[in-house]
């Protein structure tokens, strides 16, 4: 493991193996030795190897590549129920230390910098604090853009991935702020969706090929994908109608995003949010209070969200059925 993670940080950077030993003080051949897996760096070589490949010891072992997809659902799930039973500062304060046990965790940062974010929208902080948590969060997201390091996959496919994520979040906090040139250099950033989606050319070769289940793992994850987006736009449009003083409006499209987290079998949180949103927007003290008070009990569930369990979604943690992850 190391001894790949070698060659290939060392590749990337277009260094040579002789480049390697000269800055370590050692010969040739043994660094040769440690890409093939035949013996080990010293640990007192860890460090400045580390420094030289501009990277860090721990993702020098190996040690990122140790969270799965479950674990990081896991980590989610126990900084939400944090928040739920001890206030956000606290589940911040874990969410902190997670992030300083798995410092190039570029999935991890981005997971936990989405997730605090949305529970800080519900938080019953002063709104001082708020702003210095957001200006805590808008880092995150900062870091994930500007840093190519900041990944446990050192392929391009994943760091764009986690990039274009990072800009689409920084485009609508930059829009919030009004630094509109900030903001349209991270749209222009973003791709353009393309109507071939080679996803789905993959999907149809594996079930071609007999292999079924990998086929409708694709399919899985797509459908996740877009009934996130589908319920991210119903909510958008909530606080669209609430702005335009559309009541009306704003209550049809909570019935319905309402409905479609309910049938599109998503965890009870989603079902409670859009009504919180409309309850806060319209000022209804006892009512959001009401409701954030079901969504904090919403997260006390060891697991949040068990895919296994779910119908529509059953082999989209489960990597032993996907042949291909990266797609």
């Known amino acids: 493991m190391i001894g790949e993670i070698i060659k290939e940080k060392r590749k990337n950077l277009k260094l040579t193996q002789e480049q390697v030993a000269e800055y370590l003080g050692v010969t040739t051949p043994a660094v040769n030795k440690w890409e093939k897996g035949v013996s080990q760096p010293d640990i007192a070589l860890l460090a400045p190897l580390a420094r030289l490949l501009k990277t860090d010891v721990n993702t020098l072992l190996g040690y990122q590549s140790e969270l799965t997809e479950q674990e990081l659902c896991q980590m989610d799930n126990e900084i939400m129920k944090c928040i739920g039973t001890d206030g956000f500062a606290q589940g911040l304060a874990l969410a902190r230390a997670k992030m300083q046990e798995f410092p190039n965790n570029g999935k991890l940062i981005h997971n936990l910098a989405l997730l605090l974010d949305g529970m800080l929208m519900v938080s019953d902080a002063?709104?001082?604090?708020?702003?210095?948590?957001?200006?805590?969060?808008?880092?995150?997201?900062?870091?994930?853009?500007?840093?190519?390091?900041?990944?446990?996959?050192?392929?391009?496919?994943?760091?764009?991935?986690?990039k274009n994520s990072a800009a689409f979040m920084l485009a609508s906090k930059y829009i919030a702020k009004n630094r509109l040139k900030e903001a349209q250099e991270m749209i222009d950033f973003l791709p353009n969706h393309s109507a071939m989606d080679k996803r789905m050319l993959q999907a149809n070769r594996y079930s071609c090929d007999g292999?079924?289940?990998?086929?409708?793992?694709?399919?899985?994850?797509?459908?996740?994908?877009?009934?996130?987006?589908?319920?991210?736009?119903?909510?958008?449009l909530i606080e669209l109608a609430i702005e335009e003083n559309d009541l009306h409006r704003a209550n049809v499209i909570g019935d319905i995003c309402f409905h479609c987290a309910e049938i599109l079998d998503f965890p009870d949180y989603y079902q409670i949010i859009p009504q919180m949103e409309l309850a806060a927007l319209k000022k209804e003290k006892e009512r959001t209070l009401d409701l954030m008070e079901a969504l904090f009990?919403?997260?006390?569930?060891?697991?949040?969200?068990n895919y296994e369990q779910k119908i529509l979604y059953r082999y989209v943690l489960d990597k032993k059925k996907i042949v291909s992850n990266k797609l």
Do not use: G
């Open 126 to 162: 002063e709104q001082a604090q708020k702003e210095q948590w957001q200006e805590e969060i808008f880092t995150l997201y900062q870091q994930l853009f500007t840093d190519d390091d900041v990944t446990n996959d050192d392929s391009r496919n994943a760091i764009l991935e986690i």
């Open 211 to 236: 292999l079924k289940k990998e086929a409708e793992a694709i399919h899985e994850r797509m459908l996740l994908s877009d009934a996130t987006n589908l319920w991210n736009h119903l909510l958008v």
């Open 297 to 305: 009990q919403s997260v006390q569930t060891p697991l949040l969200w």
